[in-house]
């Protein structure tokens, strides 16, 4: 337990003295994630419709019995797969002017279980194009249905509005991940930086790696401290000053000449 808690510790020391690091990185990280999801990854916008399969009535009868809802409930899945199929998205893709090559591949064909209700989800960068998508596949299959099956139980529930707000790229979760990825490789680095600096940076550094008491140090004098308590030479003093008023006491000098 002791061991664990000083391994807790010692690398919370490590992160405490690299904070500056990991908050740069967390810092770029995030911007940089934010600015992908805002300006680099195309946005897309999702519309959606439903269709019910109706249980069919015998004639002159209003009640529907449990055997022609369980028909009908069978029969969810060959519709689901009706829907994606080319006799379906062919049509569509002649009706729906811009739409991408593979419609399929922007098509969510679904259903709750035990329910008559299918969705249909289209996911794509152009918003009016997704609504027209899904409300035309609606339209194709109710029209073909009958053809292809000899049936005629479908029922539009709901038409496509066209999507004002993209639901991706999250911008919230794209800034999140690049906060995570940031913290995770400031750590990273911070933790290469101790394993290979080899230096010792206090007292209490020195004593726990060598198991010896620190009994002295030696102060670290930088260039500015030097430089301020350097002080400027005094100017020489006379040694015989001059009272002032007085003249200096000169011996007058004889007038020598050179008999010949």
Do not use: H
Request: hydrophobic share 45%; proline share 7%.
């Amino acid at each position: 337990m002791n061991s664990q808690t000083m391994l807790l510790s010692d690398l919370l020391a490590v992160f405490k003295k690299s904070k500056l690091l990991i908050l740069l990185t967390v810092m770029i990280a995030g911007g940089a994630a934010y600015y992908v999801s805002q300006y680099v990854v195309e946005p897309t916008y999702e519309a959606s419709t439903q269709v019910l399969i109706v249980p069919k009535q015998e004639a002159g009868s209003n009640v529907v019995d449990s055997t022609q809802v369980s028909s009908s409930l069978s029969l969810i899945n060959t519709y689901r797969v009706i829907m994606r199929s080319p006799a379906i998205l062919n049509e569509v893709q002649e009706q729906v002017a811009n739409a991408p090559d593979d419609i399929s591949e922007v098509l969510l064909v679904e259903s709750e279980e035990e329910s008559q209700v299918i969705n249909i989800v289209v996911e794509y960068s152009d918003p009016v194009v997704a609504a027209n998508i899904a409300n035309v596949i609606t339209e194709v299959f109710a029209t073909e249905i009958p053809d292809l099956m000899n049936i005629d139980n479908v029922r539009v529930l709901s038409v496509a509005d066209v999507p004002s707000d993209p639901v991706a790229p999250s911008t919230v979760m794209y800034t999140a991940i690049g906060l995570i990825v940031g913290f995770v490789i400031g750590s990273v680095l911070a933790l290469i930086r101790y394993t290979f600096d080899k230096r010792i940076r206090d007292e209490k550094e020195a004593e726990k790696l060598l198991a010896l008491p620190v009994i002295g140090n030696i102060p670290v004098i930088e260039k500015r401290d030097m430089a301020a308590k350097r002080s400027k030479p005094e100017p020489v003093k006379d040694v015989n000053p001059v009272a002032k008023g007085d003249e200096p006491n000169v011996p007058p000098t004889k007038d020598t000449r050179q008999s010949s």
